[in-house]
């Protein structure tokens, strides 16, 4: 008996060894190789998703500026116009000076001419003294033609007084508006030194941004190059895990195989007498396929019914993937979305077809007021949307840093609120 069990041994060896080929690597070689491969890869999808991330936040910081910059041109372009205006102001009362000036002059000279016109006669008058009046009086041909005489000299003098006045006058309002024009001038000047100040300061801020804009440009540039070389190698990475799990797949085929045809070796070369120990065996192996069936079934997620969706439903349903990444351009609820691929692909699964981007998701269904939205209602933001869950809560694809996540509603501005579901 242990002769011929000996026997049946040393037939089952060498129908193994003809029957099982010589492989470079094992199954569980290359599964190792490829969980291996995967873990490099989630790694650089990890150092992918930072630099992602600092790359938003950079063209985020950069838009700021860029704002920034154009309201600093806007006011650049104001104090520029300012500018021009004060200088056409100061040029203007230059001019009324340089008139001024010249009135002030002719006013003078007026002056001086009846001053000197008055000295004249009133040194005639007194040099004569009281001769003057006695020859009035011999001169006169009535006592009435010497008392008319004597009002002519009187009024003469008088009006002398009064014109003398008169220049006096005028030239001090010319003087006085000179001044007043002279001080018109500096005030205008004080502005403009101040304005030309202000522009000084907003070129040396603006030239600042501009710069500051221009080293966030070599920044994004320089993160972008890194982004593409890590996306390069993990595309590379999934492709060499692709090809792995393909030749796991024909290994463990293969291997399965060879195991077949060896039971089936041994069931061949083996006695009547072990036909028990075959069929315990043949059991086994039936028993450990029905297993590996058993445990290779997973439990799947339903998708709902197209169109019996409510509101409700959408809301409770879209929170299922809380936690999930977001992807730029993406419209996967477990792979990634970004926040419309979100909105979109939560409602296809309810029979809903909406727009693709936030903008024109807009404009989908018929708009309502924030106090009446309803859970599965979108909330929409400036490049941004959401889906309501009610009690100011909304859930929604929110960056490449956060994934998919829970929200308050009015974290920002809404622009509007849509109903998809009537």
Request: proline share 2%; charged share 30%; hydrophobic share 30%.
């Amino acid at each position: 008996m242990k002769k011929r069990a000996c026997s049946l041994l040393a037939v089952f060896l060498a129908c193994v060894m003809i029957t099982e080929p010589v492989y470079a690597k094992t199954a569980a070689q290359i599964q190792q190789e490829k969980e291996q491969k995967k873990a490099e890869a989630s790694q650089n999808q990890s150092k992918l998703d930072e630099i992602n991330s600092q790359l938003n936040d950079l063209k985020g910081e950069q838009e700021d500026i860029q704002t920034e910059i154009d309201e600093l041109d806007s006011q650049l372009v104001e104090i520029m116009a300012s500018v021009s205006l004060k200088e056409e102001e100061i040029a203007a009362v230059e001019e009324q000076i340089v008139q001024a000036q010249k009135d002030y002059e002719e006013a003078k000279q007026q002056e001086e001419d009846q001053y000197e016109a008055m000295k004249e006669r009133i040194r005639f008058i007194y040099e004569k003294g009281d001769t003057t009046y006695l020859e009035l009086f011999l001169e006169s041909s009535s006592f009435k033609d010497m008392l008319n005489k004597a009002e002519y000299v009187e009024k003469l003098y008088e009006y002398d007084r009064k014109m003398l006045n008169k220049y006096v006058e005028t030239k001090e309002q010319v003087a006085e508006k000179q001044n007043q024009l002279e001080d018109s001038k500096s005030e205008l000047e004080a502005e403009e030194y101040e304005l030309q100040e202000e522009k000084s300061e907003l070129q040396s801020l603006l030239d600042d941004k501009k710069e500051a804009s221009a080293d966030y440009d070599s920044q994004i540039a320089r993160i972008s190059q890194e982004a593409a070389a890590y996306k390069e190698q993990i595309q590379k990475q999934n492709e060499e895990i692709r090809k792995l799990e393909a030749e796991e797949a024909a290994k463990i085929k293969e291997e399965e195989e060879a195991r077949k045809k060896a039971e089936e070796a041994k069931k061949k070369t083996e006695s009547s007498g072990a036909a028990a120990s075959s069929q315990t065996a043949s059991g086994s192996s039936s028993s450990s396929s029905s297993s590996s069936g058993s445990s290779s079934g997973g439990a799947k997620t339903v998708p709902p019914k197209i169109g019996t969706g409510t509101g409700s439903d959408i809301a409770q349903y879209a929170c299922l993937f809380v936690g999930n990444p977001y992807v730029p351009g993406g419209t996967s609820l477990t792979n990634g979305a970004d926040c419309s691929g979100f909105t979109q692909a939560v409602y296809r699964q309810y029979g809903y077809s909406i727009p693709r981007t936030s903008a024109a998701q807009r404009s989908a269904g018929r708009e309502v007021s924030y106090e009446e939205a309803q859970p599965g209602d979108l909330i929409c933001y400036a490049g941004h949307v959401a889906i309501y869950l009610g009690g100011g809560r909304i859930v929604h694809a929110s960056s490449v840093r956060t994934g998919i996540k829970y929200g308050y509603a009015t974290y920002k501005p809404i622009l509007s609120v849509r109903r998809i579901v009537n």
